[in-house]
């Protein structure tokens, strides 16, 4: 930065150095040629933005030619046809349009967008140049006006280019203000040449209503600097595009930038009345002016902090994401109401696995799923309901409408598990929603812990649920929050450990496979049941971190045992785990710490995940691909997803228990399973029975053509050492 400023203050030497020469006329073409060139790199700074900035850089590039093209026009008079130039002339419409067309540039570069913003910078030039122009004239311009200008146009034209500099310099230096750090030094090359023209416009007029201006006199050097600083900044602006502060925050300087002035000159004026010189109309005029640009400078003032303030209130009542009002805005509403005696309820919701989206897909996919939602709500309720989002992907919405929520809660649930598209994926949204309805006497605090309760009681319904609070929550709640840290540190500790089964071919009876399963001994409540602690770590957001420690652990113990060979590992999967795309990776990591091929291992995952087919069939591919099975564990209990079954990249279908204990006395299920089987057989999926508890379940799973079973029949979960690596007798222990 520091060599640019001194390239454009060297800019302006050589006029010092042939000032007063035969040759110093000649320095116009110099600067006429300095004035063209340098609306180039002000073009290709317009071309590196949009909007009324590229207008903006256009118009200085225009102003800097146009001051070019009259400074050729008064150099070639001068010096080639050796006429006597007029002042005024058209050199001075193309020096004059410079200054009208940079403020314009300025204006729209600074991208001042409010009306308040843009007529308080305007205003702030005007009277500024008032007040510059009243001191002026007491100081300097009366003597020269008494000693006698040419004509009143060729004074007015003289006057004009100091008032103008002194407009265009301060819109200048308040777009300086407004750069941040990092493009600051655009504005103050900006600032730099504006000065430099102010200063060669201000001594020229003076010299030219005196009659003593000369072409190539050493005040001729500031226009030099003035365009080779304008070419600098636009230079810069092609590597760095100049940025602004767009807070609506004005420093206390700014807002005293055109007093300052104007009280120099009130009291230049009466000090000049003071001293017995008459206050005379070129000085009464613009001080009349100045007033009432002042006035409307504290009107335009008052609006602006109107409407600042307006959008600060919106910004500290509202959501910036979503739109969507925030938590004090609706803790606000809900004491009104309350205090009020309205009746009114709570909808509280937390969308289900949002962090498996966020983590897996970006923070942009999950802004666009929470907007999403954000305006799904809206759909559902419209005012004078309040719709806020309390901060990640917990929502809550305070109605009046307290005699059908449970219908409200539903057609809310249908309308989140639309799809959302993100990106190239496709997402259906689920989310676990409490309801709850103020008596009169509830207040605000236990009315929110009572929605608080209600939510959690619909994630323990296995989640994309409502509840609605009932007292007896409160217990349950607590109970909740107790499993759940004994939990977290039950895996931080390794207090987790593992049980096997083996599954069997019906054939031989060797063990085909065996299937890992969690347990966990809790050292006061004894063993904790899987259908106990596996919703918990889901609602508690412990699932990933669950099923990663029992994979690595199941495949570290698989790969000791000595019938690895010629078995398999068969592991569960949550589908909150499928929907992270990171899963097939960590997956892939575990089989080569542990020496595993793709092929020894089966990840089940329940019948249920085919619901959210979009989400899961991609990480699905992905584990084929590296050679792992995939096993639909469950078959026949949850989502129907027959008609789904062939799109799925599946190897295995594990046929549910209930099917295989209803076979002996149930002619029904024996039809539906040897369809099954034979529907499985033609799409070449592989079927295990699970539940086979005695022999006879297993000889007619047999003759139906099943080839694999799980069950008591042949063994009890338990260590993986205790399971023969032979042929199975069959027992029931």
Known sequence: MAWLVALCLAAG????????????????????????????????????????????????????????????????????????VLFPSLADIGYLLFPLLATAGLWLIAGWTSIGSRLTVL????????????????????????????????????????VCDIVLATVAVLLAARTRPGSRG??????????????????????????????????????????????????????????????????????????????????????????????????????????LLILLRQLSTLLHNSTLTRRLRHQAYHDPLTGLANRALFLEK????????????????D?????????????????????????????????????????????????????????????????LHEPVEVGARTVRLSASVGLAVSDGTTGSEDLRKNVDLAMYAAKAQGKNAYAVFEPSMRQGFDQEVMLRAELRQALADGALHLAFQPIVALGDHRVAGVEALARWQHPEHGTVTPDVFIPVAERAGLIGELGLLVLRRACAEFALWPGSQSAYLSVNVSPSQMIDASFPSKVA????????????????????????????????????????????????????????????????????????????RDPAAVHILGTLWQLFGAIGLTAVAEGIEDPAQAAMLAEL????????????PGPLGAIATGPVTDRVS
Not at 334 to 349: D, K, Q
Not at 600 to 622: C, F, H, P, W, Y
Not at 646 to 663: E, G, L, M
């Open 589 to 664: 990591a575990t089989l080569y710490e542990a020496g595993l091929r793709p092929g020894q291992l089966v990840l089940e995952v329940t019948e249920n995940a085919l619901a959210d087919e979009s989400e899961v069939i991609g990480t699905l591919r992905r584990l084929r691909e590296f050679g792992i099975r995939i096993a639909i564990d469950d078959f026949g209990t949850g989502y129907a997803s027959l008609r789904y079954l062939h799109r799925f990249p599946a190897d295995i279908v594990k046929i549910d228990r209930t099917y295989v204990q209803d076979i002996a």
């Open 705 to 716: 053509g099943c080839q694999v079973g799980q069950g008591f029949l042949y063994g009890r």
């Open 13 to 84: 030497a050589p006029i010092f150095l042939l000032s007063g020469t035969a040759v110093a006329p000649y320095t116009q073409l110099g600067s006429s040629l300095l004035a063209c060139l340098g609306a180039v790199p002000c073009l290709a700074a317009a071309r590196r933005v949009a909007g009324s900035a590229r207008l903006g850089w256009r118009l200085l590039a225009a102003g800097s030619l146009s001051w070019g093209l009259g400074n050729f026009y008064w150099s070639w008079n001068e010096l080639v046809a050796h006429a006597e």
């Open 123 to 162: 205003l702030d030039g005007l009277i500024v140049g008032c007040a510059l122009f009243v001191i002026g004239w007491s100081l300097t311009v009366r003597e020269v006006w008494e000693t006698g200008a040419d004509s009143v146009l060729a004074f007015a034209v003289s006057v004009a280019y100091p």
């Open 334 to 349: 809900l004491e009104g109401r309350l205090n009020a005696g309205t009746p009114v309820a709570i909808v509280y919701l």
């Open 186 to 291: 655009i504005g103050l090359l900006l600032l730099l040449g504006l000065a430099g023209m102010t200063v060669s416009d201000v001594l020229f007029a003076l010299d030219t209503s005196a009659g003593t201006y000369a072409t190539g006199q050493n005040s001729d050097a500031g226009w030099f600097v003035a365009f080779a600083a304008c070419a600098a900044a636009g230079w810069l602006a092609t590597r760095w595009p100049i940025t602004f502060d767009h807070t609506g925050v004005t420093a206390h300087w700014q807002t005293a930038l055109p007093y300052v002035p104007f009280g120099l000159a009130a009291l230049v004026v009466a000090g000049q009345t003071l001293a017995g010189v008459r206050v005379d109309a070129p000085e009464a005029v613009p001080l009349m002016i100045g007033l």
């Open 351 to 415: 969308l289900d696995d949002f962090k498996m989206i966020n983590d897996s897909l970006g923070h942009d996919a999950g802004d666009v799923v929470l907007r999403a939602a954000g305006e799904r709500l809206r759909a559902c309720f419209a005012a004078p309901d309040t719709i806020a989002r309390f901060g990640g992907d917990e929502f809550a919405v305070l109605t009046t409408r307290v005699h059908d929520l449970p219908a409200q809660a539903q057609w809310l649930l249908e309308l």
